[in-house]
């Protein structure tokens, strides 16, 4: 099936403004059936189906990319944009990309964030001892497809794992795409160990060191690093849907977050639809890679990316192997 019969059947499409690889890149998101701007925090359902435990993801970075996407949570209708860095080096704010730690490239997983979830960062976890850290949960989706910025996933929930980011408390929950061939043998954080043997220690390992190479001490983690299963993730969202809730109808202190949305009735950042103009979509020529980047390994950018195309139909026919016990 080719992007455009995808795209025709998808739920939400996107608008891209601004040049990749730069502080003005914008990913906007609309409704397909009526092209109505919807936020990705707080238009698209938690829920894809509930009474089967299917999730909406919303996909920020896609698997061993480097560029660091994410939703904003402080611009109206809360784009994806490209998160930003000061450095020593850099003293205004420049765009910024996730180094690689080997041995990994890029992240492990498709990466993107719970919609309608919050985590409160007025509130702590009586789990972490930590405030939350004022996003929607984060989301790791280990399926073998990779994703594209802007794609909307039905997921379904194997566990979670308590990171401690810069003293905020950050959940990464685990999930996989619905859709996935392996998607009916996984269903906990024990599958996970079985179908993806050395994924969890992986996971882990990343999350601890991935700022290190930015001159950032390595993160740590509540409850001992260890995973915990579905049941304890499901009750983690549960926890954050309920805070944002608490955020889009005006109850919990905000902030700077934005609440603007097109759909929930009722709610103060309730927008009249017509009235939201997007950005315009351009020619998305992407933006030079910088010079500094080619220490990041990004000299040849083509080859990179083909290597990690035939690594990972390496790595799923591996994967699916190990998970059929052969």
Known sequence: MSAEQESRKAEYTVR???????????????????KVPV????????YHDKKKGVLNM??????????????????RL????????????HKDATPRFVKNCFPYKGYLWNYGA?????????????DTGARGDNDPLDACEIGRAIARPGDVKQVKVL?????????????????????DPLAGRVNDVEDVERCFPGLLDATRDWFRIYKVPDGLPANEFALGGRWKGRAYAEKVIAECAGAWKRLVEGEAERGD???????????PGKLDPSKVHLPREEDLTPAPIKDDLEEWFYIDREALEDAAMSLDSTSDLRIALDCNGA
């Open 78 to 89: 809360n784009p994806i944009h490209q998160d930003t860095i000061t450095t020593h080096h």
């Open 39 to 46: 936020s990705p925090f707080h238009d698209i359902p938690l």
């Open 257 to 267: 977050v934005a609440i603007d949305n097109t759909t929930l009735k009722g709610t």
């Open 58 to 75: 919303v996909v920020e970075v896609p698997r061993w990319s480097n560029t660091k996407l994410e939703i904003s949570p402080n611009e």
């Open 16 to 34: 891209k403004s601004g040049r990749p690889y730069t502080t003005d890149y914008r990913i906007h998101f609309v409704r397909a059936k009526d």
């Open 114 to 126: 719970l919609p309608q979830t919050w985590e409160d960062p007025g509130h702590t976890s009586p």
């Open 159 to 179: 566990g979670v794992l308590a990171l401690l980011d810069e003293g905020a408390t950050d959940w990464k929950v685990l999930v996989i795409d619905v859709a």
